[in-house]
């Protein structure tokens, strides 16, 4: 079994944070959610180090120009605040929720739904991952939600810390994002990822699992030249080197969702590592003393009835782990109360 599916080493990073109690109103548990846009051309720089190069593709009509600013590319790790912003504005519009091109974001949250530490470090580098967000600029003509047109933009719009500790931390931040990227979620130009995107390591191991996903998607298999992979992932990389680095990923074995091979002809092969379905999981069961407590909560109400639509609201938001359902549907019957 490859290490993905059982989270040992293999070069994934450890799951930091296993699944908590989440309320389901709050859709903290949404399900990542990525835009097919930048999943199928490179917009996002697979440095680690700050790469302060313009970026030019052109592929098939799609031109793309990425211009950084002082700090600095976007970087595919800057790119999970994207994810989980999107996240957010699906699972909203699935529960039928108003949505806006601003969202107002807990950097915790943000942290724990990708994976990352929740240190003061971590805090810092997110303050840096929304100021190249919304320094790098994008000139292209992609189509997003069925309307092409060629500009100029930023990722994000723009950012403002909301809420401090006292330390300066951030508590809250409200994000705008950019038009063309709103009308991407609004058009539901989106792909479920895995969630163990967010525990690879390595930028280019994130780029190559998103042209998996985007290009494999229900098909039996992709097959593509190690050329237009090259040109399609956005690295520097010379073509013996990069041709080295997915024969390591082949070697490792731990994208999610997705096996790769060599074959011949200079060509790598992707196939689904089970067929990828979005059957939906069982609802979950409350026990009798939960809804007696629903009762306590909202006398004269059906609570049979509530179960009912929350359980309706839990299939909306994307079926979210719940470790403890009897306690997020209390949580969900308080909010209601007040």
Same mark, same amino acid.
């Given at each position: 079994m490859n290490s993905a599916v059982t989270g040992g080493s293999g070069g994934l990073l450890p799951l930091r944070h296993p699944q908590g109690d989440f309320f389901v109103c709050d859709i903290l548990d949404a399900i990542p959610k990525d835009d097919m846009a930048t999943m199928e051309h490179p917009v996002f720089s697979l440095s680690t180090r700050p790469d302060r190069r313009i970026l030019r593709y052109e592929h098939n009509g799609v031109r793309i120009e990425v211009t950084p600013s002082v700090k600095g590319l976007a970087t595919i790790h800057d790119k999970d605040i994207l994810i989980f912003c999107i996240s957010q504005l699906m699972a909203a519009l699935n529960a039928g929720r108003q949505v806006s091109r601003t969202l107002t974001l807990k950097a915790h949250d943000l942290l724990v739904a990708t994976n990352r530490e929740t240190s003061g470090d971590a805090y810092r580098r997110l303050r840096e991952a929304f100021e190249r967000l919304a320094g790098t600029r994008i000139t292209t003509n992609i189509t997003t939600g069925d309307t092409e047109t060629t500009t100029g933009f930023g990722l994000i719009e723009r950012w403002e810390i909301v809420r401090r500790t006292r330390g300066g931390r951030?508590?809250?931040?409200?994000? !705008?994002?950019?038009? $063309?990227?709103?009308?991407? +979620? @609004?058009?539901?130009?989106?792909? !479920?990822?895995?969630?163990?995107? #967010?525990? @690879?390591?390595?930028?280019?191991?994130?780029?190559?699992?998103?042209?998996?996903?985007?290009?494999?998607?229900?098909?039996?298999?992709?097959?593509?030249?190690?050329? &237009? @992979?090259?040109?399609?992932?956005?690295?520097?990389?010379?073509?013996?080197?990069?041709?080295? =680095?997915?024969?390591? =990923?082949?070697?490792a074995d731990h994208l999610p969702d997705y096996a790769? %091979? %060599?074959?011949?002809?200079?060509?790598?092969?992707?196939?689904?590592? *089970?067929?990828? !379905?979005?059957?939906?999981?069982?609802?979950?069961?409350?026990?009798? %003393? &939960?809804?007696?407590?629903?009762?306590? @909560? =909202?006398?004269?109400?059906?609570?049979?009835?509530?179960?009912?639509? $929350?359980?309706? +609201?839990?299939?909306? &938001?994307?079926?979210?782990?719940?470790?403890?359902?009897?306690? *997020? #549907?209390?949580?969900?019957?308080?909010?209601? !109360?007040?």
């Open positions: 951030m508590v809250s931040v409200a994000v !705008t994002l950019s038009d $063309w990227l709103y009308r991407a +979620v @609004l058009s539901k130009s989106v792909l !479920t990822l895995s969630r163990d995107y #967010f525990r @690879l390591r390595k930028p280019l191991e994130r780029r190559i699992y998103e042209l998996a996903r985007k290009h494999c998607g229900r098909q039996d298999g992709w097959t593509v030249s190690v050329d &237009t @992979l090259l040109k399609k992932s956005g690295s520097a990389s010379p073509r013996r080197v990069f041709r080295a =680095m997915l024969r390591e =990923m082949i070697a790769m %091979e %060599e074959v011949p002809g200079d060509l790598i092969r992707f196939t689904p590592r *089970a067929r990828l !379905t979005e059957s939906a999981p069982p609802p979950p069961v409350l026990r009798a %003393e &939960t809804l007696e407590a629903a009762r306590a @909560l =909202m006398p004269g109400a059906d609570v049979h009835a509530l179960e009912a639509e $929350w359980r309706g +609201v839990w299939a909306r &938001t994307g079926h979210p782990r719940l470790r403890k359902p009897d306690a *997020a #549907f209390l949580g969900w019957v308080k909010k209601r !109360t007040g």
